[in-house]
C-alpha cells in the first residue's frame, strides 16, 4: 500500500485506480470470509464497495483485517477448522466451506490479486514492494 499510496496519481492512473480497487477487492472478500466464520451477517452487497478508498485509509483497513485474523488463527481448534459452514455468496449463490477451506480461500485469493497488482506496477515501471 506505501507504493501505492506514493505514486504520483498522474503515474498511470488507471493502473494506480485498479491497483486500489484490487486492494479494497481483497479486504471486502477478507471481511465477508471473517464474517463467515463468525457466523454473522456483512454488510456488503458485492465483493467490492462502489467508492474506492484512499490508500491510506485502506492500509489501515487491511491491518485491521489481517490483524483479525491472526488473532482468530491463535484460538481457533483443529476441530473447529473442519467444520462446514453454509453461506450465501453476494450473487446469492449457496456455498459451504469448512473453517479450514474459508482461511485457505482467504489467503490464496489474497496472494492472487496481489501478483496481479505487481504485474499492473511493472507495466507502469513501478517495482512492485
Same mark, same amino acid.
Given at each position: ?15 494506480? $485506480?485498479?491497483? !486500489?480497487? +484490487?486492494?479494497? /477487492? !481483497? ?7 471473517? *464474517? /463467515? +466464520?463468525?457466523?454473522?451477517? $456483512?454488510?456488503? *452487497? ?15 483497513? +487491511? ?17 473447529? +477448522?473442519?467444520?462446514? !459452514? ?44
Amino acid at each position: 500500500m506505501e507504493t501505492l499510496a506514493g505514486l504520483d496519481p498522474s503515474r498511470g492512473a488507471a493502473e494506480r $485506480h485498479a491497483a !486500489i480497487r +484490487l486492494m479494497n /477487492h !481483497i479486504r471486502v472478500v477478507s471481511r465477508i470470509f471473517a *464474517a /463467515h +466464520l463468525q457466523g454473522v451477517a $456483512h454488510r456488503y *452487497a458485492g465483493d467490492n464497495t462502489p467508492d474506492t478508498p484512499e490508500p491510506r485509509a485502506l492500509r489501515a483497513a +487491511l491491518a485491521e483485517v489481517d490483524r483479525w485474523y491472526l488473532d482468530h488463527l491463535e484460538t481457533i481448534s483443529e476441530q473447529a +477448522l473442519a467444520e462446514p !459452514i453454509a453461506f450465501t455468496f453476494t450473487d446469492g449463490d449457496k456455498g459451504c466451506m469448512t473453517r479450514q477451506e474459508m482461511l485457505t480461500h482467504v489467503v490464496l485469493h489474497g496472494g492472487y490479486h496481489r501478483g496481479e497488482i505487481g504485474r499492473m506496477l511493472a507495466g507502469i515501471a513501478v517495482s512492485p514492494p
